[in-house]
């Protein structure tokens, strides 16, 4: 019985159609059709090509300026779609370019077959001086490094030379090696791979299945929806998952899991695929049994488009995606519940005015400070009572209040809160503990199995104690995704004390491939000196975190004035102009919306095009112009530059905001405000400009 033939195609093969001219690809996209039905169909004609890299690469014609590079291995019915070029440039490729089974990863790798550039050391195999001196050869090669390259990588010297091997290894050897330059041990990389334990260096059908390959491979049956994924080759992160990512992804877990990692790591990606995932597991059951939860609005709203291109519409069906106060308020309705949550900054603040005539004229303390101490005490800690507040502990808030001034605020929360109820309104921390308690108490079932939850970083302990008390316990109920160097909302949670318990099952991700590990440098050096937690009531000491991508160094520009940051802006986008960046892939952010505004009125001025993004206004990669946004709204988003305008420095916006609390949380201000400029520089794939008010 002959065996169905097995299509793979792989990443480059996605890249390169995604280079040729628009007129072209349709022709490409019907080959593939017709190649996925029968690869041995009438009309393909298979060439040899001569000096092939590989000597099972075939040419296939799909045109009359077009070629398609195709893997025939000798052993087993398997093809492999490679990549694709006008006539000389794909045959140029195929003799530049090997493919072969890696015998201890297992592995199909594509890798460069010309001559790798080595420092001038490198006649002297074994010199000390080798960033790889203390592995042996059988240990380089554990790494997935073809047998070629190892005289290559024996002569590195330094992180130079090894950059200059990226472009000629296979992407799992780049970067073992790079985390063992970097210091992580030879051991823990090791332990984070899958090694099979045999390996048939001819089978290239076993290592289609394998996690290593399915990196770069998708192998196409009939389900494949290869219009989807012709139409977005570059989004990688719908088919192609780094093997950590993977791993889990599909894992079975016996209770809650944490998934840490710094920016462009791809937790939210991993996320995404979690939740489809689980979609498959519980396809059988009634209803939306996967919720996948996040902190804003308009972050839930990104997922929701992101899962419509990565589900299937019967994976789709089982997944509600929504931002936890939304949800919150779903389940307080289902209980009839009739207040609403109080969103409107200027209803709140005329509540405050009100309470504040409760507070003795003895008692000198803003309303400002006193709105602080209720959501940063009294909230936080649930108090419900005057003797709940004099016991709550007050860390993190400055100086000390005796008990006598503790007993004379109290009547202005009683009468804030007061204000609330008469309205039918609720903070949403309030709502929270109420659906918390209402979902313990009913004993009802809600229907969900499991949920999934991103930005971890930003939901309170009020919110996550709702979303353990909603999701029965049992394996694979929460999936919990953030990173506490991204907090921007100053919820600090011990993922414990809410009666999450994570033990044993807490995993970190490391490669950073959003950005250039320039951006990545200056990123995180925003964050020196600041004490970081792990979500989970400990500190956290990143190691390893590593972008393998480089680029420029980021652009700190001195701006005085907002004239001054619209003329460096107009400047850098003719710049980009020139360099063939569209401007849709331009973010200008800033502190505020003040901020926002007034470059909006700049770009007016000159015509140009201009997307702003809000609350309401989410990105549409078929708008056109420069996008802006807060530093607040960028969360989650990406682009090739980001703008940062008219910043202050950090110092001067924790002053200002903590003045508008209590002068005794500059600290923490501070910290929240390098994490803020942290994320918005992470958002900058390529490049990355700050106009800096000079101090």
């Known amino acids: 019985m002959t065996l169905a033939p097995k299509i793979a195609m792989s ?22 059709a017709k190649f996925r039905q029968n690869p041995m169909a009438t009309g393909i004609n298979y060439e040899r090509i001569r000096d092939a890299g590989d000597p099972s690469m075939r040419s296939v014609r799909i045109n009359e300026g077009i070629r398609g590079i195709v893997l025939k291995p000798d ?92 472009k000629l290894l296979p992407d799992e050897a780049f970067e073992a090696l790079f985390l063992f330059a970097a210091g992580e041990s030879y051991e823990k990389i090791l332990s984070d791979q899958t090694v099979p334990a045999a390996v048939d260096p001819g089978d290239f059908g076993a290592a289609l299945e394998r996690d290593a390959t399915k990196r770069h491979f998708v192998v196409l049956t009939d389900d494949s929806d290869l219009e989807a994924l012709m139409a977005a080759p570059l989004e990688r992160w719908r088919v192609f998952l780094h093997p950590s990512q993977r791993k889990l992804i599909e894992r079975d877990w016996a209770g809650p899991v944490k998934v840490t990692g710094g920016a462009g790591t791809g937790k939210t990606v991993v996320a995404m695929h979690r939740a489809a995932r689980l979609a498959r597991q519980y396809a059988g059951l009634p209803g939306k049994p996967v919720v996948f939860t996040t902190f804003t609005k308009t972050l839930s709203d990104d997922i929701q488009q992101h899962l419509m291109l990565l589900c299937t519409p019967q994976e789709l069906e089982k997944i509600q995606v929504t931002n936890l106060d939304h949800w919150a308020s779903s389940l307080l309705r289902r209980f009839g519940y009739k207040p609403e ?109 499991a949920m999934v939850v991103d930005e971890a970083q930003d939901i309170s302990a009020a919110g996550f104690a709702l979303i353990r008390a909603a999701t029965p316990a049992a394996a694979n109920d929460l999936f919990i995704v953030g990173d506490a160097h991204q907090r921007i909302y100053r ?27 320039e951006i990545r440098r200056w990123a995180v050096a925003q964050l020196e000196g600041c004490q970081i937690d792990d979500l989970d009531g400990s500190l956290e000491f990143r190691t390893g975190y590593r972008s393998l991508t480089h680029g420029d160094y980021p652009d700190v520009i001195s701006s005085a004035t907002q004239l001054e940051d619209l003329e460096h802006i107009r400047a850098i986008l003719q710049q980009l102009a020139d360099d063939d ?41 078929e708008s056109p112009g420069v996008r802006l946004a807060t530093m607040h709204r ?5 682009f090739e530059v980001v703008i940062v305008a008219g910043y202050q420095g950090v110092k001067a916006y924790a002053e200002q905001f903590a003045r508008e ?13 390098r994490c803020l400029l942290h994320v918005a520089a992470t958002r900058a794939k390529r490049h990355l400009f700050v106009l800096q008010r000079p101090a």
């Open 11 to 32: 990443d480059d093969f996605l890249k390169s159609f995604a280079a040729i001219p628009r007129d072209q690809q349709q022709a490409v996209l019907s080959f593939v």
């Open 75 to 166: 052993k087993g019915n398997v093809y492999c779609l490679l990549w694709v070029d006008r006539h000389d440039d794909a045959y140029q490729w195929a003799r530049r370019h090997r493919v072969a089974i890696h015998p201890d990863v297992g592995s199909i790798q594509i890798y460069a077959v010309e001559a790798a550039p080595v420092s001038d050391t490198a006649s002297v195999p074994e010199t000390p001086a080798g960033l790889f001196a203390g592995l042996k050869d059988r240990e380089i090669r554990r790494l997935g490094v073809p047998d070629e390259m190892l005289a290559a990588v024996r002569g590195v010297t330094s992180d130079a030379d090894l950059e200059a091997l990226e």
């Open 341 to 449: 949550l109080l969103y409107d900054e200027g209803v709140r603040r005329q509540f405050w005015r009100v309470a504040m005539a409760a507070l003795p004229l003895s008692v000198d303390l803003s309303m400002q400070f006193v709105r602080a101490e209720y959501e940063r005490v009294v909230l936080t800690q649930g108090c419900e009572t005057a003797d709940d507040y004099m016991r709550a502990k007050r860390t993190g808030r400055g100086g000390q209040l005796g008990r006598a001034v503790r007993k004379a605020i109290w009547p202005v929360f009683a009468e804030y809160r007061a204000q609330l109820h008469a309205s039918n309104m609720r903070e949403p921390e309030e709502a929270f503990r109420d659906a918390c308690r209402l979902v313990r108490e009913s004993g009802e079932e809600l229907g969900i199995r």
């Open 491 to 517: 919820h600090k949670v011990a993922l414990s004390h809410t009666g999450i318990e994570v033990r044993g099952r807490s995993r970190s991700l490391k490669i950073n491939y959003r950005t250039t590990d």
């Open 581 to 621: 960046i569209e401007s849709r892939q331009v973010c200008i952010v800033a502190r505020t919306n003040d901020d926002i505004d007034g470059v909006v009125g700049g770009l007016r001025k000159t015509g140009e095009a201009y997307l702003k993004l809000d609350r309401t206004t989410p990105d549409d990669s």
């Open 634 to 638: 960028v969360k989650g988003l990406e």
């Open 661 to 673: 609390e209590d002068v005794g949380v500059i600290d923490d201000v501070e910290v929240a405000e």
